[in-house]
Protein backbone atom coordinates (compact mmCIF):
# COMPACT_ATOMS: atom_id res chain seq x y z
CA UNK A 1 0.00 0.00 0.00
CA UNK A 2 1.59 3.56 -0.86
CA UNK A 3 2.19 5.34 1.96
CA UNK A 4 -0.19 8.40 2.93
CA UNK A 5 1.71 11.81 2.16
CA UNK A 6 -1.35 13.62 2.80
CA UNK A 7 -0.23 14.74 5.69
CA UNK A 8 3.20 16.01 4.81
CA UNK A 9 4.36 19.56 3.93
CA UNK A 10 2.82 19.95 0.37
CA UNK A 11 6.00 20.51 -2.19
CA UNK A 12 5.32 21.57 -5.55
CA UNK A 13 8.43 21.18 -8.45
CA UNK A 14 7.44 23.84 -11.04
CA UNK A 15 9.48 23.01 -13.91
CA UNK A 16 10.21 25.59 -17.33
CA UNK A 17 13.33 26.31 -18.65
CA UNK A 18 13.30 30.34 -18.35
CA UNK A 19 12.21 31.77 -15.70
CA UNK A 20 13.61 35.59 -16.13
CA UNK A 21 11.15 37.92 -14.99
CA UNK A 22 10.70 39.15 -18.34
CA UNK A 23 7.71 37.26 -19.87
CA UNK A 24 4.47 37.06 -19.15
CA UNK A 25 5.34 33.20 -18.61
CA UNK A 26 8.01 33.50 -16.13
CA UNK A 27 6.02 36.21 -13.95
CA UNK A 28 2.83 33.87 -13.47
CA UNK A 29 5.98 31.36 -12.47
CA UNK A 30 7.21 33.71 -10.31
CA UNK A 31 3.78 34.84 -8.65
CA UNK A 32 2.76 30.95 -8.17
CA UNK A 33 5.95 30.69 -6.19
CA UNK A 34 5.87 33.47 -3.87
CA UNK A 35 2.10 32.59 -3.04
CA UNK A 36 2.52 29.02 -2.36
CA UNK A 37 5.10 29.62 -0.41
CA UNK A 38 3.44 32.16 1.85
CA UNK A 39 0.72 29.32 1.83
CA UNK A 40 3.08 26.88 3.55
CA UNK A 41 4.24 25.03 0.31
CA UNK A 42 7.62 24.12 -0.42
CA UNK A 43 8.98 25.73 -3.80
CA UNK A 44 11.39 24.37 -5.98
CA UNK A 45 11.98 25.76 -9.47
CA UNK A 46 13.52 23.43 -11.82
CA UNK A 47 14.76 26.02 -14.08
CA UNK A 48 17.81 26.41 -17.30
CA UNK A 49 17.80 29.68 -16.78
CA UNK A 50 16.96 32.23 -13.94
CA UNK A 51 18.30 34.46 -11.59
CA UNK A 52 18.73 33.38 -8.09
CA UNK A 53 17.61 36.37 -6.59
CA UNK A 54 14.46 36.14 -8.28
CA UNK A 55 13.63 32.69 -7.20
CA UNK A 56 14.88 34.02 -3.47
CA UNK A 57 12.46 36.31 -3.69
CA UNK A 58 9.87 34.10 -4.17
CA UNK A 59 10.41 32.37 -1.42
CA UNK A 60 11.47 29.12 -3.76
CA UNK A 61 14.42 26.74 -3.85
CA UNK A 62 16.88 27.09 -6.94
CA UNK A 63 17.84 24.10 -8.98
CA UNK A 64 19.50 24.82 -12.47
CA UNK A 65 19.30 22.40 -15.14
CA UNK A 66 22.42 22.45 -17.11
CA UNK A 67 22.43 24.15 -20.77
CA UNK A 68 24.16 21.62 -23.14
CA UNK A 69 25.49 22.49 -26.43
CA UNK A 70 23.44 20.36 -28.71
CA UNK A 71 20.08 20.99 -31.37
CA UNK A 72 17.19 22.16 -30.61
CA UNK A 73 15.55 18.90 -30.51
CA UNK A 74 18.25 17.51 -28.48
CA UNK A 75 18.40 20.57 -26.19
CA UNK A 76 14.83 20.39 -25.17
CA UNK A 77 14.87 16.44 -24.51
CA UNK A 78 17.90 16.69 -22.59
CA UNK A 79 16.06 19.65 -20.40
CA UNK A 80 13.37 17.45 -20.18
CA UNK A 81 15.36 14.40 -19.07
CA UNK A 82 17.46 16.52 -16.36
CA UNK A 83 14.48 18.58 -15.07
CA UNK A 84 12.41 15.27 -14.85
CA UNK A 85 14.95 13.74 -12.72
CA UNK A 86 15.63 17.08 -10.43
CA UNK A 87 11.51 17.57 -9.85
CA UNK A 88 11.19 14.01 -9.13
CA UNK A 89 14.06 14.47 -6.36
CA UNK A 90 12.39 17.33 -4.66
CA UNK A 91 9.36 15.28 -4.78
CA UNK A 92 5.79 16.52 -4.39
CA UNK A 93 4.04 17.67 -7.42
CA UNK A 94 5.81 18.36 -10.64
CA UNK A 95 4.43 21.07 -12.56
CA UNK A 96 5.84 21.27 -16.19
CA UNK A 97 5.09 24.59 -18.33
CA UNK A 98 5.58 22.81 -21.47
CA UNK A 99 9.54 21.89 -21.31
CA UNK A 100 9.36 18.62 -19.00
CA UNK A 101 7.75 15.75 -20.91
CA UNK A 102 6.06 14.26 -17.54
CA UNK A 103 4.34 16.93 -15.38
CA UNK A 104 2.02 15.75 -12.55
CA UNK A 105 0.33 19.22 -13.82
CA UNK A 106 0.58 20.53 -17.03
CA UNK A 107 0.09 24.55 -17.82
CA UNK A 108 -0.05 24.78 -21.24
CA UNK A 109 1.18 28.35 -22.73
CA UNK A 110 1.19 27.86 -26.19
CA UNK A 111 -0.68 25.82 -29.58
CA UNK A 112 2.27 25.55 -31.56
CA UNK A 113 0.36 23.91 -34.65
CA UNK A 114 -2.76 25.68 -34.03
CA UNK A 115 -0.96 29.13 -34.28
CA UNK A 116 1.65 27.91 -37.44
CA UNK A 117 -2.03 26.89 -39.17
CA UNK A 118 -3.10 30.46 -38.97
CA UNK A 119 -0.17 32.69 -39.29
CA UNK A 120 1.46 30.92 -42.26
CA UNK A 121 -1.95 29.20 -43.46
CA UNK A 122 -0.19 25.82 -43.68
CA UNK A 123 0.75 22.62 -41.37
CA UNK A 124 3.84 23.14 -39.17
CA UNK A 125 6.80 20.87 -40.95
CA UNK A 126 6.82 17.88 -38.68
CA UNK A 127 10.62 18.29 -38.30
CA UNK A 128 9.76 21.39 -35.95
CA UNK A 129 11.70 20.44 -32.94
CA UNK A 130 9.01 22.37 -30.95
CA UNK A 131 5.93 20.68 -32.66
CA UNK A 132 7.90 17.04 -31.93
CA UNK A 133 8.45 18.06 -28.68
CA UNK A 134 4.67 18.60 -28.34
CA UNK A 135 3.79 16.36 -29.77
CA UNK A 136 5.63 14.09 -27.83
CA UNK A 137 4.48 15.39 -24.34
CA UNK A 138 0.87 14.80 -25.65
CA UNK A 139 2.01 10.93 -25.98
CA UNK A 140 3.52 10.04 -22.78
CA UNK A 141 0.27 12.25 -21.23
CA UNK A 142 1.74 11.97 -17.83
CA UNK A 143 -0.28 14.76 -16.85
CA UNK A 144 -3.53 14.13 -14.47
CA UNK A 145 -4.75 18.19 -15.46
CA UNK A 146 -3.84 20.31 -17.98
CA UNK A 147 -4.63 24.39 -17.30
CA UNK A 148 -5.28 25.83 -20.65
CA UNK A 149 -5.00 29.85 -20.39
CA UNK A 150 -8.29 30.03 -22.63
CA UNK A 151 -11.27 28.39 -23.93
CA UNK A 152 -9.66 28.38 -27.74
CA UNK A 153 -6.43 26.61 -25.80
CA UNK A 154 -8.81 24.04 -24.44
CA UNK A 155 -10.51 23.08 -27.66
CA UNK A 156 -7.49 22.83 -29.59
CA UNK A 157 -5.90 20.23 -27.61
CA UNK A 158 -8.95 18.42 -27.07
CA UNK A 159 -9.84 18.17 -30.55
CA UNK A 160 -5.99 17.63 -31.88
CA UNK A 161 -4.40 15.50 -28.86
CA UNK A 162 -7.58 13.68 -27.35
CA UNK A 163 -7.24 15.15 -23.69
CA UNK A 164 -10.50 14.19 -22.44
CA UNK A 165 -12.51 17.44 -20.78
CA UNK A 166 -12.28 16.21 -17.94
CA UNK A 167 -8.75 16.91 -17.41
CA UNK A 168 -8.85 20.34 -19.22
CA UNK A 169 -9.63 23.09 -16.47
CA UNK A 170 -9.63 27.24 -18.29
CA UNK A 171 -7.75 29.58 -16.36
CA UNK A 172 -7.20 32.94 -17.58
CA UNK A 173 -3.57 34.59 -17.10
CA UNK A 174 -3.92 37.55 -14.39
CA UNK A 175 -2.47 40.79 -14.74
CA UNK A 176 -0.37 42.66 -11.98
CA UNK A 177 -2.66 45.43 -10.41
CA UNK A 178 0.42 47.24 -9.11
CA UNK A 179 1.24 47.45 -12.48
CA UNK A 180 -1.40 47.88 -14.46
CA UNK A 181 -4.70 50.21 -13.49
CA UNK A 182 -5.72 53.79 -14.57
CA UNK A 183 -3.52 56.03 -12.07
CA UNK A 184 -1.73 58.54 -13.90
CA UNK A 185 -3.58 58.07 -17.39
CA UNK A 186 -4.20 61.79 -18.45
CA UNK A 187 -0.58 62.38 -17.06
CA UNK A 188 0.70 59.43 -19.42
CA UNK A 189 -1.40 60.41 -21.85
CA UNK A 190 0.13 64.04 -22.40
CA UNK A 191 3.54 62.83 -22.14
CA UNK A 192 3.30 60.65 -24.88
CA UNK A 193 1.64 62.98 -26.98
CA UNK A 194 4.51 65.59 -26.05
CA UNK A 195 7.21 63.21 -26.63
CA UNK A 196 5.72 61.61 -30.59
CA UNK A 197 5.04 65.44 -30.86
CA UNK A 198 1.29 64.77 -32.09
CA UNK A 199 -0.57 67.55 -32.74
CA UNK A 200 -4.11 68.28 -30.91
CA UNK A 201 -5.90 67.35 -33.69
CA UNK A 202 -4.42 63.56 -34.64
CA UNK A 203 -5.41 60.67 -33.02
CA UNK A 204 -3.73 57.83 -31.70
CA UNK A 205 -3.59 53.95 -32.50
CA UNK A 206 -1.30 51.47 -30.82
CA UNK A 207 0.28 48.10 -31.51
CA UNK A 208 1.92 46.43 -28.26
CA UNK A 209 3.62 43.37 -27.98
CA UNK A 210 6.61 41.66 -26.50
CA UNK A 211 7.71 40.43 -29.68
CA UNK A 212 6.64 38.39 -33.00
CA UNK A 213 5.35 40.47 -35.46
CA UNK A 214 4.31 38.40 -37.58
CA UNK A 215 2.18 36.58 -35.17
CA UNK A 216 0.71 39.24 -34.06
CA UNK A 217 -0.37 40.97 -36.71
CA UNK A 218 1.63 44.15 -37.01
CA UNK A 219 1.49 43.99 -41.19
CA UNK A 220 -2.80 43.80 -40.62
CA UNK A 221 -2.31 46.82 -38.05
CA UNK A 222 0.20 48.80 -40.73
CA UNK A 223 -3.28 47.94 -43.46
CA UNK A 224 -5.82 49.07 -40.78
CA UNK A 225 -3.66 52.31 -40.29
CA UNK A 226 -3.72 52.66 -44.09
CA UNK A 227 -7.20 52.10 -44.41
CA UNK A 228 -7.85 54.68 -41.55
CA UNK A 229 -7.88 59.03 -42.10
CA UNK A 230 -4.34 60.83 -42.32
CA UNK A 231 -5.30 62.49 -38.95
CA UNK A 232 -4.20 58.74 -37.41
CA UNK A 233 -0.85 58.10 -36.55
CA UNK A 234 0.42 54.87 -35.32
CA UNK A 235 2.30 53.15 -33.10
CA UNK A 236 4.23 49.48 -33.09
CA UNK A 237 6.13 48.67 -29.88
CA UNK A 238 7.64 45.35 -29.70
CA UNK A 239 11.31 43.54 -29.50
CA UNK A 240 12.44 42.29 -33.29
CA UNK A 241 15.74 41.89 -34.77
CA UNK A 242 14.93 44.68 -36.73
CA UNK A 243 12.12 46.88 -37.95
CA UNK A 244 13.16 47.62 -41.54
CA UNK A 245 10.65 44.67 -42.86
CA UNK A 246 7.49 46.64 -41.24
CA UNK A 247 9.04 49.85 -42.19
CA UNK A 248 9.52 48.98 -45.65
CA UNK A 249 6.10 47.83 -45.38
CA UNK A 250 4.90 51.05 -44.20
CA UNK A 251 6.52 53.25 -46.85
CA UNK A 252 5.03 50.97 -49.84
CA UNK A 253 1.36 51.72 -47.56
CA UNK A 254 2.26 55.06 -47.97
CA UNK A 255 2.37 55.60 -44.30
CA UNK A 256 5.59 55.87 -43.19
CA UNK A 257 5.40 59.18 -42.15
CA UNK A 258 1.95 58.38 -40.15
CA UNK A 259 3.67 55.45 -38.13
CA UNK A 260 6.56 55.18 -35.37
CA UNK A 261 8.19 52.18 -34.24
CA UNK A 262 10.06 51.78 -30.86
CA UNK A 263 11.17 49.13 -28.58
CA UNK A 264 9.58 47.49 -25.24
CA UNK A 265 9.45 49.70 -22.72
CA UNK A 266 9.22 48.81 -18.78
CA UNK A 267 6.40 51.34 -18.27
CA UNK A 268 3.95 49.66 -20.33
CA UNK A 269 1.13 50.90 -18.49
CA UNK A 270 2.37 54.44 -19.13
CA UNK A 271 2.21 53.24 -23.08
CA UNK A 272 -0.94 51.71 -22.96
CA UNK A 273 -2.46 55.56 -21.48
CA UNK A 274 -1.26 57.49 -24.26
CA UNK A 275 -2.99 55.58 -26.85
CA UNK A 276 -6.82 56.39 -27.76
CA UNK A 277 -7.09 53.00 -28.95
CA UNK A 278 -5.22 49.95 -28.79
CA UNK A 279 -6.21 47.37 -32.09
CA UNK A 280 -4.67 43.95 -31.59
CA UNK A 281 -5.13 41.85 -34.68
CA UNK A 282 -3.31 39.14 -33.89
CA UNK A 283 -3.67 36.08 -36.61
CA UNK A 284 -3.46 33.57 -33.31
CA UNK A 285 -3.26 34.46 -29.59
CA UNK A 286 -3.62 32.02 -26.68
CA UNK A 287 -4.73 34.86 -24.61
CA UNK A 288 -2.61 38.13 -25.47
CA UNK A 289 -1.68 39.44 -22.12
CA UNK A 290 -1.72 42.93 -23.82
CA UNK A 291 -5.58 43.68 -24.42
CA UNK A 292 -6.25 42.13 -20.76
CA UNK A 293 -3.59 45.06 -19.43
CA UNK A 294 -4.80 47.61 -21.74
CA UNK A 295 -8.62 47.30 -21.07
CA UNK A 296 -7.45 47.79 -17.40
CA UNK A 297 -6.05 50.67 -18.16
CA UNK A 298 -8.92 52.12 -19.53
CA UNK A 299 -7.40 52.15 -22.90
CA UNK A 300 -10.45 51.21 -25.78
CA UNK A 301 -9.66 47.63 -27.66
CA UNK A 302 -10.29 46.76 -31.27
CA UNK A 303 -9.12 43.04 -31.68
CA UNK A 304 -10.88 39.99 -32.47
CA UNK A 305 -12.17 36.42 -31.42
CA UNK A 306 -9.07 34.66 -32.60
CA UNK A 307 -7.37 36.31 -29.20
CA UNK A 308 -7.75 33.90 -26.38
CA UNK A 309 -8.52 37.51 -24.05
CA UNK A 310 -11.37 38.63 -25.63
CA UNK A 311 -13.65 35.83 -23.88
CA UNK A 312 -13.59 38.00 -21.34
CA UNK A 313 -15.50 40.36 -23.27
CA UNK A 314 -17.92 37.96 -24.76
CA UNK A 315 -21.23 39.00 -23.91
CA UNK A 316 -20.66 42.76 -23.03
CA UNK A 317 -23.54 44.91 -25.40
CA UNK A 318 -20.52 46.36 -27.74
CA UNK A 319 -18.57 43.12 -27.98
CA UNK A 320 -19.97 42.31 -31.53
CA UNK A 321 -18.83 45.56 -32.56
CA UNK A 322 -15.37 45.60 -31.29
CA UNK A 323 -14.31 42.12 -31.15
CA UNK A 324 -14.52 40.63 -34.25
CA UNK A 325 -14.87 37.35 -36.21
CA UNK A 326 -11.32 37.79 -37.52
CA UNK A 327 -8.49 40.09 -38.25
CA UNK A 328 -9.38 42.04 -41.43
CA UNK A 329 -7.93 45.19 -42.04
CA UNK A 330 -11.15 46.52 -43.10
CA UNK A 331 -13.40 45.55 -40.47
CA UNK A 332 -10.39 46.87 -38.11
CA UNK A 333 -10.06 50.01 -39.09
CA UNK A 334 -14.03 50.53 -39.54
CA UNK A 335 -14.01 49.38 -35.50
CA UNK A 336 -11.15 52.09 -34.83
CA UNK A 337 -12.56 54.41 -36.83
CA UNK A 338 -15.91 54.29 -34.68
CA UNK A 339 -14.33 54.66 -31.50
CA UNK A 340 -12.39 57.79 -32.94
CA UNK A 341 -14.47 59.38 -34.05
CA UNK A 342 -17.37 59.13 -30.65
CA UNK A 343 -15.50 60.05 -27.49
CA UNK A 344 -18.18 58.79 -25.21
CA UNK A 345 -18.64 55.49 -27.15
CA UNK A 346 -15.21 55.18 -27.07
CA UNK A 347 -15.04 56.14 -23.25
CA UNK A 348 -18.20 53.35 -22.68
CA UNK A 349 -16.60 50.81 -24.50
CA UNK A 350 -13.35 51.23 -22.24
CA UNK A 351 -14.74 51.33 -19.08
CA UNK A 352 -17.04 47.89 -20.06
CA UNK A 353 -14.10 46.06 -20.83
CA UNK A 354 -12.03 47.37 -17.79
CA UNK A 355 -14.48 46.31 -15.01
CA UNK A 356 -14.41 42.33 -17.06
CA UNK A 357 -10.73 42.64 -16.62
CA UNK A 358 -10.00 44.30 -13.56
CA UNK A 359 -11.25 41.32 -11.33
CA UNK A 360 -8.79 39.15 -13.54
CA UNK A 361 -5.20 39.64 -11.23
CA UNK A 362 -2.57 37.34 -10.50
CA UNK A 363 -3.98 36.83 -6.97
CA UNK A 364 -7.31 35.74 -8.70
CA UNK A 365 -5.28 33.69 -11.16
CA UNK A 366 -3.61 31.90 -8.33
CA UNK A 367 -6.95 31.27 -6.50
CA UNK A 368 -8.72 29.30 -9.58
CA UNK A 369 -5.22 27.61 -9.99
CA UNK A 370 -4.84 26.23 -6.43
CA UNK A 371 -7.56 23.84 -6.32
CA UNK A 372 -6.43 22.00 -9.49
CA UNK A 373 -2.86 21.64 -7.89
CA UNK A 374 -4.32 20.47 -4.38
CA UNK A 375 -6.61 18.21 -6.76
CA UNK A 376 -3.01 16.73 -8.38
CA UNK A 377 -1.10 16.39 -4.87
CA UNK A 378 -4.26 14.33 -3.46
CA UNK A 379 -4.17 11.86 -6.21
CA UNK A 380 -0.48 11.14 -6.36
CA UNK A 381 -1.17 11.09 -2.22
CA UNK A 382 -3.46 8.15 -2.52
CA UNK A 383 -1.78 6.13 -5.12
CA UNK A 384 0.91 5.51 -7.35
CA UNK A 385 2.40 8.51 -9.91
CA UNK A 386 2.05 8.03 -13.62
Known sequence: MPADRSQEQPTVAIVARKVTGTTGTSRTILSHARLLADAGWRVAIVAESAPAELAAAAGADLVRVPRLPVGNWWKRRAFSAFAGFYGRRVGGVVWGHGDDLQPDLLSLHN????????VRGRPIDP???????????????????LIANSQRMADDVQTRFGVPASQVVVVHPGYDPDRFGTTGRERN?????????????????G???????????????????????????????GREASFAPWQQEAAALGIAERVTFEPPTQD??????GLDVLVHPAAYEEFGQVVQEAGVCGTALVTSRRVGASE???GLELAERFVLDGPEPAGLAAAALALLDDPALRARWAEAARQRYAPNTVAANF?????????VRGELAAGARR
Open 111 to 118: CVHRAHEL
Open 127 to 145: ADAVARFFERLFQVASFRR
Open 189 to 205: RAALRERLRLPPDRSLL
Open 207 to 237: FVTSGDFEKRGATTFLRTLAALPPSVHGLLV
Open 268 to 273: VAALYH
Open 312 to 314: RLL
Open 367 to 375: RASLPVLEA
